[in-house]
Structure formats: structure tokens, C-alpha cells
């Protein structure tokens, strides 16, 4: 498999870069490595991973972890190139990320 990678990036903020393990449809499995800039947003995506892995998700607290997500404007931007991805569901536990879109 080509060496595949995105940045995660915040307006012009570096957050971390995403580097493709495997796809598991409709989800790519990532290794991620986080910047400095990762600690302030951390929190935000981590509560979001938590809410819609419970084992009974609370309907209004995926909600707001996902507008808080929301508001964060995210995009993945491919490191060879392209266009970035501004529409798509993230997970980041540690240095594993997934992500679809």
C-alpha cells in the first residue's frame, strides 16, 4: 500500500498528521502523531470518541459532542496533494485515528 497521509488541520494549524494503516470500509485506520497545537482540541474530539462509543449513547450528549466537533471546522488535507476532506467523522484515541467521508 502506498505510504498515504493527511494532515489534520485546523484553519492554518498544524493538529497532527494521520498515516494509513489499513481501510476498513467505509472507515481508514490510521496511525496519528499529534502536534503541540493537538492538546488545545484533544479534549473536544476525545469527548466526541467517548460519547458515540458508549455502550448506551446518550442522544443529547453525541449532539453536542458532535456540534462542539463541528465547530471546531476541521479538514484533512492530503500531504501528496489534492483537495482537503471538510466533510468526515473522526476518532483519535492515542495514536490511532480513524476516519470516514
Excluded at 6 to 13: F, N
Excluded at 18 to 45: K, N
Amino acid at each position: 500500500m502506498a505510504d498515504r497521509s493527511w494532515q489534520l488541520k485546523q484553519a492554518d494549524t498544524l493538529l497532527g498528521t494521520l498515516t494509513l494503516d489499513e481501510i476498513d470500509q467505509p472507515w481508514f485506520r490510521c496511525h496519528f502523531i499529534g502536534t503541540p497545537a493537538w492538546d488545545e482540541v484533544r479534549p473536544i474530539l476525545e469527548e466526541w470518541t467517548q460519547s458515540i462509543e458508549a455502550e448506551e449513547p446518550d442522544p443529547p450528549r453525541v449532539e453536542q459532542a458532535m456540534r462542539a466537533v463541528d465547530g471546531l471546522h476541521l479538514s484533512l488535507v492530503p500531504t501528496g496533494g489534492g483537495e482537503p476532506i471538510v466533510d468526515f467523522l473522526i476518532h483519535v484515541r492515542g495514536a490511532q485515528a480513524s476516519f470516514r467521508y
